[in-house]
């Protein structure tokens, strides 16, 4: 489009043939002029042929070419086409095993590019820069309009000369040419064609808002008022608009009289601007900007800050932008402006929620690509409306089936964007006491619909072929328990024992029995549960034992629990992975997704590389608790029973151990697959290793396979594409005006530590944000 063509590197030279020279000749005279080793390389002759419509550029390659070359150049000399300009011929060159060339490949850069100018003629008879300005400034009617400047004039651009040629509809970064004259003739002048600013992000320190000159072009009409305003800032004066049309824009200073003016146009055909005129002399007396800039607008200071808020998580608040701006600009601005630039820097990072609903279709097809046996699913009402979403990554799906306790911890959290909704979230615990996701999914709110479908979900995705060996730990959310019994009928469903502590602190019972309830449910023995439990009947009316009652022995108690859930009491890992999510649960929905996907990548790559580095047989938690247990076990007293039973005293805490079923009286072998102290000491009597009592779960050989698989990211051009299909619509609800709330409400019968100030010792602040004036002598 346009004809409009770029040159990277190269130079210019100049020279003299005649009407009838060869083909071969002229080849061999450009390799002679130019130094290059015709053996070893070839060279690719192109001119573009001067028309007033687009056209790909003529390959010179045998003698008919050559003289169709020359006789076009010999046209340009004639009194009739003294304006028209002449046509350089451009040189790429190339070791001769390269692939052949193809004009239409606009992204090939050569490594040597030199440029050899138009034949026939001297290179004195090139337009200069002037001679075009003054083609652009022919075509001005008597009021100076402008609008259709293009349509008036083909050329938009001279076409200087170069190595390559670069289609207009590229984007690209032009260079500055010099076209070196032949010595013979003229010294030769440096020609600046332009330069193109397709950066995102501006930053006032930066060359680009510093240098503005004529030829410079930029991608759009916003992108060049951006720039200029950002010269403004930059220089401490203000501008008036004083037309503006699609294909013009002229800026003057704001003082009345001054001089200062600045002219872009339209290139025809094409959305970039070009600086046809800049006059950059003030004849005005300018004064230091006190209050305010009429060019510091919101836009333009978000684009400013937008380096600011990359990443997740990122502290800068609208009085920080204030005090910026006003110290290294002396501009001041409003909170009003100062929150509205830090919502287009957001909005330009993020993109809208809106449009962020209509990028997750495509976005999961991406992933699912890339990632092979990745599971989502999308689901929404018949207006196309979000409902629900779920996601497990292949790498780790698998790592859970071969590596993985069998133990599934669920919880939900709420998210903080525009719609809100609930965060699901399924996790394991890896052999390492690491934190391992499992499944994610986001809903409407923790009700029992949104529960069942994101269960029904993790059951085809896990595909647990015996549910009676699955364990499902949660707090007591009735919609839980409804799902998991409806789902995953014969499972485990445990509850977490903190949860249950926390309900009896809001329900007001005496916090005298909370050690005691703690201890029960964490005791290996039957015989000590009870023990326990006998102490809580009488205490506060016997109240705390009817709801410990309710809840069920079996749901929270180690030592009756009809389950294994092996040393898995809390849902604290799922707790953990969303205040780690914390910041994340504020983005938009496919933010939000890339930023799971992310943090997964993360941890697959470091706790891979740390488990390579692991030469224990055992993970580095349970080689830890091993080993204080076999220091323990060595001063034991073991009385052999048969080849593989021992009776080991240990105090009250007797065990008799069965090696051969990994099983032992106290019931810890039984429970956490890992030996107890009574087993080691059967070991070192036995005089064998005690690595083949440990479940596989805890080796560092399941570590490694767990985290084998890389997992892999999506472009940033994928996660901001729209699926080709129906277009997802964000849910109908959305969160209610005013300020959100940033800090979360603590949960009945939660407690919140209090800080203390280590500056002034009072409660309720830390040593930063302390207020207390310093005593200058110390008091007592």
Known sequence: ???????????????????????????????????????????????????????????????????????????????????????????????????????????????????????????????????????????????????????????????????????????????????????????????????????????????????????????????????????????????????????????????????????????????????????????????????????????VIGDCIRARYEGVGRVYRPNDIIQDIRREYGINITYDKAWRARECALYSLRGSPEESFAYLPHYCAVLENNNPGTITHIESNDDNRFKYFFMAIGASLRGFHSSMRPVIVVDGTHLKGKYLGTLFVATALDGNEQIYPVAFGIGDSENNASWQWFFEKLRDAITVEDFSRLCIISDRNPSIDRAVSLVLPGSFHGACIVHIQRNMKAKGFNESIIPIYLKAAKVYRTSEFEHLMNQLRNVDGGRPYAYLVEAGFHRWSRALSSGKRYSIMTTNIAECLNAILRDARSLPITMLVEQLRAKLQEWFSARRNNAASVTSYLCCECDKEVRKRSNRSQRLNVQPISHSEYYVRDGDQDGQVDLQNKTCSCRVFDLDQLPCVHALAACRVRNISFNSLCSPYYTNEALMLAYAEAIYPVTIEDQRKVSEDNVLLPPATRRQGGRPRQRRIPSSGETIAMRICSRCRQRGHNRQTCKEPIALTPTS
Request: with cysteine.
């Open 1 to 299: 489009m346009g004809g409009i063509y770029k040159f990277i590197g190269g130079t210019g030279k100049g020279f003299v043939v005649n009407e009838s020279i060869s083909y071969e000749d002229f080849l061999e005279k450009i390799y002679k002029i130019t130094g290059i080793d015709r053996t070893s390389n070839e060279l690719l002759m192109k001119f573009v042929y001067n028309t007033h419509f687009h056209m790909e550029p003529l390959v010179v390659s045998n003698e008919d070419d050559l003289q169709f070359f020359l006789r076009q150049n010999d046209d340009a000399r004639r009194p009739d086409a003294s304006r028209k300009p002449g046509t350089p011929l451009c040189i790429t060159v190339r070791p001769k095993e390269h692939q052949q060339f193809h004009s239409q490949d606009a992204s090939y850069v050569p490594e040597t590019q030199p440029f050899v100018g138009r034949a026939r003629n001297r290179i004195d008879d090139f337009p200069s820069l002037s001679q075009f300005e003054e083609d652009f400034d022919a075509v001005r009617d008597g009021q100076g309009r402008e609008d259709n400047i293009n349509d008036e004039y083909d050329d938009d651009i001279p076409f200087v000369g170069g190595a390559s040629y670069v289609p207009e509809t590229q984007p690209f970064v032009v260079d500055d040419v010099a076209a070196t004259n032949d010595p013979n003739t003229q010294t030769g002048e440096n020609i600046q064609v332009g330069q193109y600013s397709g950066s995102n992000t501006i930053d006032l320190n930066s060359e680009s808002s510093d240098t503005f000159d004529v030829g410079v072009i930029f991608t759009n009409k916003k992108e060049l008022h951006k720039h200029i305003s950002l010269y403004a800032i930059k220089k401490n004066f203000q501008f008036r608009v004083t037309r503006s049309t699609k294909s013009l824009l002229v800026v003057e200073c704001l003082a009345s009289g001054c001089q200062w003016r600045m002219r872009g146009i339209k290139l025809k055909e094409t959305e970039l601007f070009l600086v046809k005129k800049f006059n950059d002399t003030h004849t005005c007396s300018l004064e230091f900007v006190n209050h305010g800039h009429k060019q510091a607008s919101g836009r």
